[in-house]
């Protein structure tokens, strides 16, 4: 029989690692932006000939 409670903590210790990476590479992203000098922010507006991906 699997032992559940093995496997759930086994995928909240890996879900955790991922949220930690997402972070960190946010972190990184912004730090980047931030050490440009006079960063200009830019607002980025969707197409208004976009239609949905999926063909719906």
């Given at each position: 029989m699997p032992d559940y409670k093995q496997m759930y903590i086994k995928m909240a210790q890996?879900?955790?690692?991922?949220?930690?990476?997402?972070?960190?590479?946010?972190?990184?992203?912004?730090?980047?932006?931030?050490?440009?000098?006079?960063?200009e922010p830019v607002l980025l507006r969707p197409r208004e000939d976009s239609e949905c991906t999926d063909g719906k």
């Open positions: 890996e879900a955790e690692k991922a949220i930690r990476i997402l972070i960190a590479a946010q972190q990184d992203c912004e730090n980047l932006y931030l050490s440009e000098e006079n960063p």
